[in-house]
């Protein structure tokens, strides 16, 4: 699944042994029209994760204390692009499930937040089945977290707060974008964006929109997934006991 290896904290590719003379990753693909073309083949990539060993005395007392530590880690890898991109899983209330990369903006003992347009496809299902779960994809670091939980709207002075320190841009952004509607083109977007621009100059303060606010994302379950050679991996899950945690390995 994850592209790279680590070792002593830096990525290391590594080959796969056995393969035929073709170029990695790929193989012929026969067409009906005749000739013969190179494909990619998921089959043939192959990495080992070289990683020290994860046990359960390393980790912190609580969830939200061991990501903090793994995020200062991974926000200072140069490998890692945005440490705080996170995917959102959110499902309809019959189980339809659907998957977004969205930006984590804040995390402490109360969860995990981010923010969005409740009309988005996301924020209506979130709105009808509060079920979520979260990915933290750290590859180039053989790492994963994931989050399961229950999502719960911040407040409108949160969510004020936050949108203040956004981009002025992105603030108009917010307001120009019908999250997950339909729209003609992406003209139709430029000329709502530039509309808003010359109703709120980047002098004049933008308002919050009515229907944009954040989610917090109360833990349940949280797993970190430190890889291995030969697929070993460490799977430590700490599990909400009450107002404890207790910690639960699981087999890779």
Known sequence: MMRGSVTSGTLRRTGDEGLAPRRRGQTEVLRQDGPVTDALDPADMREQYRTKELTAADLAPDPIGQFASWFKETAASPAIHEPNAMVV???????????????????????????????????????????????????????????????????????????RTRPHGSQLGAWASEQSSVIASREELLTRYEELAARYPASEQVPVPPEWGGFRVVPETVEFWQGHENRLHDRLRYVRDGDSWRVERLAP
Do not use: I
Not at 99 to 110: E, I, Q
Not at 120 to 135: D, F, I, W, Y
């Open 89 to 163: 899983s959110t499902a309809t209330p019959d189980g339809r499930p659907s998957s977004r990369t969205v930006l984590l903006k804040h995390y402490d003992d109360a969860g995990f937040v981010f923010f969005t347009n409740y009309g988005s496809r996301k924020g209506t299902e979130l709105t009808a089945n509060p079920q979520v779960a979260l990915l933290f994809p750290w590859h180039p670091l053989a790492r994963q977290v994931l989050v399961t939980g229950r999502a719960v709207r911040t407040g409108r002075e949160e969510t004020a707060a936050y949108f």
